[in-house]
């Protein structure tokens, strides 16, 4: 199957074009592997499918020429990383565009509510820059923490900091002292 899809694509990856290393991808869910639910892919947007690098808007552009595609596997990816990037003009205008089938949509929604239930929660900054447990972060806005007499003022910089498990909007971080819960929409990342 794989020299057929390669004969399909051209050689080039079915998403963003260029030839290079492709990988046959199987995009499910679906019942069984065939042609139609089996595209051919390059290293970086396979990163970006299967969320392994942040999401790189440049190269994501490639989307606006992938809605046209006539394959049903390569729509269904295609809707699926322009619906999480619904955000961005360009991608909310491409997925208005995009036509699938009942059939068709039904299947890229699917695999999105899989994705959604096992997507890697991350935690972010107010600035949507990445937390990494041992980043330094400097806050926001003033603090009161409760329970204590401690205000934790605008500007702080607050060092070594730890991820909160299962809650993408809270870390942890010593201030005086005292460690402390903090909001993530309350510290920037310090560079």
Wanted: include cysteine.
């Amino acid at each position: 199957m794989e020299e057929q899809l390669l004969i399909r694509s051209e050689n080039k990856c079915e998403l963003c074009g260029p030839a290079g290393s492709l990988k046959l991808f199987e995009v499910l869910p679906h019942a069984g592997r065939t042609e139609d639910n089996c595209v051919m892919i390059c290293d970086k947007c396979l990163a970006q499918v299967e969320k392994t690098e942040e999401p790189d808007l440049k190269h994501l552009n490639c989307l606006r020429t992938s809605i046209w595609s006539a394959v049903p596997g390569v729509q269904v990816i295609t809707w699926r990383l322009l619906n999480r990037l619904k955000d961005e003009n360009w991608a909310a205008d491409s997925l208005d565009m995009m036509y699938l089938d009942e059939d068709t949509l039904a299947w890229a929604q699917a695999g999105l509510d899989e994705e959604s239930n096992t997507a890697n929660e991350v935690h972010k900054d107010c600035n949507g820059q990445l937390l990494e447990t041992g980043n330094s972060v400097v806050l926001t806005k003033t603090l009161d923490v409760k329970g204590s007499s401690l205000s934790a003022k605008l500007g702080t910089v607050v060092k070594n900091i730890r991820l909160v498990e299962n809650n993408t909007d809270q870390i942890e971080g010593k201030i005086e002292g005292q460690t402390i819960v903090i909001l993530t929409r309350y510290v920037r990342k310090q560079s």
